[in-house]
Structures are given as structure tokens and as C-alpha cells.
């Protein structure tokens, strides 16, 4: 990948749009408002540095067999904007299609899978159904007995489903938003919101006020503390989130393999090296530390499917924080609050939703219009019981 360095620019008074969060989706967001709207004159205030939130703390997995036909539309748009990304942004991405792999170790599961394929060939996403025979053939360094526990029954199999360089997303989308005029400002922390009546007229931060026709929070997990600024309830927990690596091992894995019954997905990174991850910790906390019990019982699980893995040594440890919803969809748009918009509640899967996300919420921002595909994940869903119920296709919860 080519070394990008951000331009220094001075602060100016006032933009057209303000994006609180320099993670994946509020560089989309930067990106395809000079882009495709035409706006040219935003602003992306990062706290940190970009990418150092969610962006940078996942395990790159891209796919969009989802569960539910909203979520199944909109992930595909994002898919398929991830597709060609390298070519679009000019920077090189590391995409490397694997085909995912997601288990079933039990009858309950089985019904899932064989639901969750046949949903996906609805809307037009390449999934099937495996039994146990054919997961063995698509996957020979499974042990199909899961460790004499938990045996594989059969899978729902992705064959598009990839991995690609989560840095290079960020970077990318912030070289290409650059150079179309937006500015990106590292340690600028937001410490306010400037609200008048019902309406935010901008955002108080450690070197000012900055005036704004539009505000957007997309920091992902630290959402509420966001929120709490405009005087807004969200209806989001946040919890962490752990994974690790192993040292580099010769290339022996080229799928991706999740498993619900198990809760751990695995793959192997361009590098060798073999991801691991599993549930979010069942407590609340925006705490990035690591913890060894993780460590020991994902280790096991990821053991139990591939028994060389027990010969490799853990090479790092890490942890983000996830903004879970209660129906584990995520919460974008308008906010009771005018001028102000919101795109959270990611959960586990914000990085596969990035494209998408930019562009519905730039179209949302440039045009005032709410996107089709963005509506049903409005905040006030839950007020009028139309919740969109996407935990069956997480394997981390």
C-alpha cells in the first residue's frame, strides 16, 4: 500500500457538514458527500488518529448473508461496493475472496443455515446450503467432530464472502476525500454540542467552537456520550469486543469459518498469521484491555476445529468496543434534534457496512431525504415496534 499523509489545514470557523469520528464510516461519509453530492466543504474531527476505533480493532471480514430482508438489501449494497473499492479510491485494499463458511453443530442451527440460504438466494446473495460431506470437501483442515464435542452437521456457505486490509479501508477513503477538498483534523476532540431551541448549530471541541450546517456522529461505540451532548436517550449498550492472532504459519487456511454454536469465527490473513474471535464480554464497558480468559477458552474452541492451531503461539491480543441495539441492527438518520444525525449502533459488523453507510448518509445529508434502504434503521423503529431482529446472524452473541 502507498504511505498517505494527511495535509495540515487550519480550522475554519464553520462547514457545510461536521463528522464527528474518523473511523471507517465517517471518511465514507466525507468521501462520497465531495463525491457524489458535491459538498465539498467538510470537516472529519478525530479524537485519536483515524481508524484507531472500530476500524482498526476488527477482524476484516466482509460478507452479506444476512438474516433479514432489510438487512440482507442493505449489506449487499455495501458488498458490492467493497468490490470494487480498490478501483474507485485509487489504493489498494488486499482483497481476497475466501468463501465463509458458518457451521451448524446442532439441529437448531441446522434449520438456521438451511433459512439463512435460502433468504440470501431470495435477494440475490450467493449462499447454499452444505451438508456435512460437502462442508468436509470445501474445508479438509476442519475436524468434523469439533474435538469429539460438538460434530458439524453441515453449513451455510458464502462463496463471495472475503477479508480485506482494514487500515487501507480507512486510509483509502481518506486520501480519496482529500483530494476533493475535505478536511481531516487528528486530535480534535468534540467536548460539546452547540443545540438552540431544537436545532445543533455546531460543536464545541479542545480548540473551539465550529459553526455547521450538519452534524453526524459516527463514532461507533462511544455513541451515547455523543448522544448525551444533544440531550438524546440512545438505546445502545456497549460492550467489548476481543480477538487475536497467531504467529505467521504456512498458508493452509482459504476459508472463512464461523460457527453460532460455538461462537468463534477463524481465518487466515494474507500474512499467515491465524485470526481468532468470539462473543462480545458479556458486561458493559468502553475498556480496550485484554483479558486471558478470552484468550483460553477462544483458544480451546479454535482448537477444537482446527487441531493444528494447538502448536502455534499467540502472537497479539486486542479489543474494541461494539454499540449494540436491541435488535442488533444498527440506528442511522435524523435525531429529534434538527441538523444532527446519527450513524451507530453497528454492534459487531460496522466494518462490513462502511460503503453502504457513507453513501446513505451522504445522499441523507446532501439532500435532506431519508434513502430508502436507510429507513427502516431509523432511531425511533422502537417507538413504533418495527424492530429489524438481526442476532440470528451474528456468531458472536
Not at 385 to 397: L, M
Amino acid at each position: 500500500m502507498p504511505k498517505v499523509h494527511l495535509r495540515s489545514h487550519t480550522l475554519e470557523p464553520s462547514y457545510d457538514v461536521v463528522i464527528i469520528g474518523g473511523g471507517g464510516h465517517g471518511l465514507a461519509t466525507a468521501y462520497y458527500l465531495a463525491k457524489e453530492f458535491g459538498v465539498r466543504r467538510v470537516v472529519v474531527l478525530e479524537r485519536a488518529y483515524i481508524g484507531s476505533g472500530g476500524t482498526g480493532r476488527n477482524t476484516t471480514v466482509l460478507r452479506a448473508n444476512y438474516k433479514t430482508p432489510e438487512t440482507i438489501r442493505f449489506y449487499k449494497k455495501s458488498f458490492d461496493l467493497y468490490a470494487t473499492l480498490a478501483q474507485d479510491l485509487d489504493y489498494n485494499m488486499l482483497r481476497s475472496e475466501r468463501g465463509l463458511l458458518w457451521l451448524a453443530h446442532s439441529e437448531p442451527q441446522l434449520r438456521n443455515q438451511r433459512e439463512r440460504a435460502l433468504q440470501n438466494q431470495h435477494f440475490g446473495v450467493n449462499t447454499v446450503f452444505l451438508g456435512a460431506e460437502q462442508v468436509h470437501e470445501v474445508c479438509p483442515q476442519l475436524d468434523m467432530t469439533a474435538g469429539s464435542k460438538r460434530p458439524i452437521l453441515g453449513a451455510a456457505y458464502h462463496p463471495p464472502g472475503a477479508i480485506i486490509r482494514h487500515d487501507a479501508v480507512a486510509w483509502g477513503y481518506a486520501a480519496a476525500a482529500e483530494r476533493l477538498g475535505v478536511q481531516i483534523h487528528q486530535g480534535v476532540e468534540v467536548t460539546g454540542l452547540r443545540i438552540e431551541g431544537a436545532r445543533c448549530l455546531g460543536v464545541e471541541t479542545n480548540r473551539g467552537f465550529i459553526g455547521a450546517g450538519a452534524v453526524l456522529s459516527a463514532v461507533g461505540g462511544y455513541v451515547t456520550q455523543i448522544a448525551e451532548m444533544a440531550r438524546i436517550r440512545l438505546p445502545i449498550v456497549t460492550h467489548p469486543l476481543q480477538a487475536f492472532v497467531t504467529e505467521a504459519y504456512k498458508p493452509v487456511l482459504d476459508r472463512i469459518v464461523a460457527s453460532a454454536d460455538l461462537h468463534i469465527y477463524i481465518s487466515q490473513s494474507a500474512r499467515g498469521e491465524l485470526l481468532v474471535g468470539a462473543e462480545i464480554d458479556p458486561y458493559s464497558s468502553y475498556a480496550t484491555r485484554s483479558t486471558f480468559p478470552f484468550l483460553a477458552s477462544c483458544a480451546s474452541r479454535a482448537i477444537d476445529l482446527f487441531p493444528f492451531m494447538a502448536r502455534l503461539r499467540i502472537l497479539r491480543q486486542w479489543t474494541g468496543v461494539c454499540d449494540m441495539t436491541p435488535d442488533y441492527s444498527p440506528l442511522m438518520g435524523l435525531t429529534a434534534v434538527d441538523r444532527f444525525c446519527i450513524s451507530s449502533g453497528w454492534g459487531t459488523w460496522g466494518f462490513k457496512a462502511i460503503p453502504a453507510s457513507g453513501i446513505l448518509m451522504a445522499e441523507l445529508l446532501a439532500s435532506g431525504k431519508v434513502p430508502p434502504l436507510m429507513a427502516p434503521f431509523a432511531l425511533d423503529r422502537f417507538r413504533w415496534d418495527r424492530a429489524v431482529p438481526e442476532r440470528a446472524s451474528a456468531g458472536t452473541h
